[in-house]
Nanobody, 124 residues
């Protein structure tokens, strides 16, 4: 069972930036697609971004395209989410998870139990 630990959240003003990290342990990290999800208060969890195990394929939700960048360092078993030009509507708890492919991930797949997530609050 892989354990995922998210970090890097915080309070930031609109237009600001944050970098989230997700550290994984327990399985060969670099064989799976990794993704970021978020859940705003009163809403369902939604897909944000995903990156294939090689880094060669990346997908973003339309709401973050052009502002967020996902990357991974397989030597550190870590996936990152660089968030720029943040908006109040980006306020949410951000989670990471893994799945076999980007296609299965955006179809609702998630291989591991959800972690605690990291809270991002964007003030207007």
């Amino acid at each position: 069972q892989v354990q995922l630990v998210e970090s890097g959240g915080g309070l930031v003003q609109a237009g600001g930036s944050l970098r989230l990290s997700c550290a994984a342990s327990g399985r060969t990290f670099n064989r799976y697609t990794m993704g970021w999800f978020r859940q705003a208060p009163g809403k369902e969890r939604e897909f944000v971004a995903a990156i294939s195990w090689s880094g060669g394929s990346i997908l973003y939700a339309d709401t973050v395209k052009g502002r967020f960048t996902i990357s991974r360092d397989n030597t550190k078993d870590t996936v990152y989410l660089e968030m720029n030009r943040l908006k109040p509507e980006d306020t949410a708890v951000y989670y990471c998870n893994e799945d076999f492919t980007i296609a299965t991930m955006i179809s609702g797949g998630a291989l591991d139990a959800w972690g605690q997530g990291t809270l991002v609050t964007v003030s207007s």
